[in-house]
């Protein structure tokens, strides 16, 4: 069982990512293994399954936090790995804030135990 965020609107944490997108009514949304801490929601689309949402922020600080040793490597990771994989009109979406893209757009450091 994994303790879903605060951020995600989850009010207990006992519950997990797939009991909570279940409740949602998303039956077959792809997630990726070992982020469920960094789903923030389920993305709707019309004429389309629901996919869900992820923050980049935290994809990337989870990476710098498990392995990657800096920004920038965990950035190519997740391009290459993450935003470059497709497995159909299933796979998951990242939201971009708006000042994170300013972050990547000067190619600030940030070492490992920074916060993005």
Not at 13 to 18: D, F, G
Not at 73 to 81: C, T, W
Request: hydrophobic fraction near 40%.
């Amino acid at each position: 069982m994994v303790a879903i965020s605060d951020a995600t609107g989850f009010a207990d944490s006992r519950v997990t990512l797939a009991e909570r997108l279940l409740e949602l009514g998303v039956e077959s949304a792809l997630t990726m293994d070992g982020f469920d801490d960094c789903v923030i929601g389920v993305l709707e689309r019309f004429g389309m399954e629901p996919i869900v949402l992820y923050d980049k922020r935290k994809v990337i600080q989870k990476l710098m936090d498990e392995g990657c040793d800096d920004y920038e490597g965990a950035l190519e990771y997740y391009e290459h790995n993450q935003l470059g994989a497709w497995y159909g009109d299933k796979t998951p979406g990242f939201l971009v804030r708006w000042y994170d893209e300013d972050i990547d757009s000067r190619y600030r450091v940030v070492e490992k135990n920074d916060v993005v």
